[in-house]
Nanobody, 126 residues
Framework: QVQLVESGGGSVQTGDSLRLSCAASGRTFDRYSMGWFRQPPGKEREFVAAISWTGGITKYVDSVKGRFTISRDNAKDMVYLQMNSLKPEDTAVYYC???????????????????WGQGTQVTVSS
């Protein structure tokens, strides 16, 4: 059974940084792309970043490019999201997700991700 557990959220000020972590278990982690999504208050869940199984391909939503960095450590079955220069509009519950497809290029759409963590709250105040 696949389990994804996020950690690292919190309440910060504009311009601060946070590093989210996601611990994966129950599947051969290094064969699957991973993604981070977020759900702002009262809005739909949206794509933030994704990374291929080797870490060689990354994708980002335009609003976080240059500020957020996704990475992974396959030896530890971990994926990370380094978030710098945080803004109030980054406030959301952040979810880690595992792509259903073996050896696939990372996707930006929710439908490709079959496993999700419970989410971690990030609140950025001005």
């Amino acid at each position: 059974q696949v389990q994804l557990v996020e950690s690292g959220g919190g309440s910060v000020q504009t311009g601060d940084s946070l590093r989210l972590s996601c611990a994966a278990s129950g599947r051969t982690f290094d064969r699957y792309s991973m993604g981070w999504f977020r759900q702002p208050p009262g809005k739909e869940r949206e794509f933030v970043a994704a990374i291929s199984w080797t870490g060689g391909i990354t994708k980002y939503v335009d609003s976080v490019k240059g500020r957020f960095t996704i990475s992974r450590d396959n030896a530890k079955d971990m994926v990370y999201l380094q978030m710098n220069s945080l803004k109030p509009e980054d406030t959301a519950v952040y979810y880690c997700a595992l792509d259903n497809r073996l050896w696939a290029v990372p996707s930006v759409t929710r439908v490709e991700y079959g496993y999700w963590g419970q989410g971690t709250q990030v609140t950025v105040s001005s």
